[in-house]
């Protein structure tokens, strides 16, 4: 097995295991997601073993229709060989440093090169959403689309550049949003939140006016607010079918929103956390499958997960999602009667600089559950369960 067919092969056999099929099985799963009339059973079997031993990389049409059997997205199991997941530099493009763009924008020298400076810089502060804190990250967000106000009040532009000009302002805003229901504020999110669908609105950014619903998805799936939920954005949907007991429709929200994922081009930076993520497919389906109960797959894409999110030095470039990983691995394991392993794991989830607190504060209540219907009265699992209800405290103030 070739080192750079490893990962894929690893993968392949994890989620296949994961999901309780044998070989034949996901052999003939294949024909579900295929175009065209496949080959006899046993040549199946016998490709899909070649495929988990590393050998004859499966083409498009077989890629495809293996991601389907194993019900994720082609993009997790067989990523771009040639993708960039990094904003680009803003020197190298504009020929500026930061100073330089903020002091044209003083100047009124508002020209095309300033606006690239701008848009990188707006690429830049929400590819670092996932992995700088809140609080340092809030200051920055906040500044540019002051800027980007004053500069609307304050200067002659030209239709485009105005048009521009508001959108980067819309994007802005739906990253302040964020970062301001991260650290709690909720009624300034939602007043952030509107504002944001508001630009979009003007400038016409489906983008925009698709993310802004989208966080409104959000407040509600960790309001607890499930029914609101469930007329929205397709991956809550699922999150919050799975948390009225509705499994069948879980399920089949997830296939819709697979293949709709499936249809899409690989993104440029999937580091902005405004673009559509395929690994984040697998965050989901986790999230889901930890709620109603299916440990073994649960805990199979919490491992992916925090391999996707970690870099090969052990840096954890998406720290939120590590820690909803830990939590569904914690989950797992006090399920199995692992309590040191369960708590071990919750710690971890809390232990980092870089969170939601409504998002972990939503998902730990799994662990909470697991371990007050098992361990109740047991010293290791109450101070645990203590730690989790001050979050929970600190979130509602």
Sequence with gaps: MSEGAADWARRIRALREARGLSIAQAAEGLRAHANRELPEAAHLERRWKAWEAGNNKPGAEYASAIAGTLGTVTATIFPPEAQQSRSPDLLAVTGMDTLEIVSRLQASDVNDATLDGVRITVEKLCSEYASKLPADLIVEGRQWLRRLVEMQEQQRLSFRQRRESLELAGWLALLVGCLEYDLGDRHAAEATRK??????????????????????AWFALTSGDYRSV?????A???????????????ANTLERGRVLLDSMPYPENTDNHFVVDPLKFDFYVMDCYRHVGEDRLA??????VIRGATDFDGRERMPMRVAEAQITIGVAAAREGELEEAVGHGRRALAGDRKSLPSLAMVS????????????G?????????????IRRGNLT
Excluded at 202 to 213: D, L, Q, R, T, Y
Excluded at 230 to 234: C, F, H, R, S, T
Excluded at 378 to 390: N, Q, S
């Design 299 to 304: 805990r199979t894409l919490a491992d992916e």
């Design 195 to 216: 504002a944001a669908l508001s630009l979009g609105q003007e400038v016409g950014s489906n983008g925009i006016i698709g993310w802004a619903h989208e966080m409104r």
């Design 378 to 390: 047991e010293a290791e699992a109450d101070a645990y369960l203590e730690e989790l209800r001050a």
């Design 236 to 250: 809550q949907q699922a999150k919050a079918l799975a948390r009225m007991g509705r499994r069948d429709e879980m």
């Design 230 to 234: 469930a007329v929205q954005l397709i």
């Design 365 to 376: 209540q799994d662990l909470a559950s697991a371990l007050t219907e098992r361990y109740r």
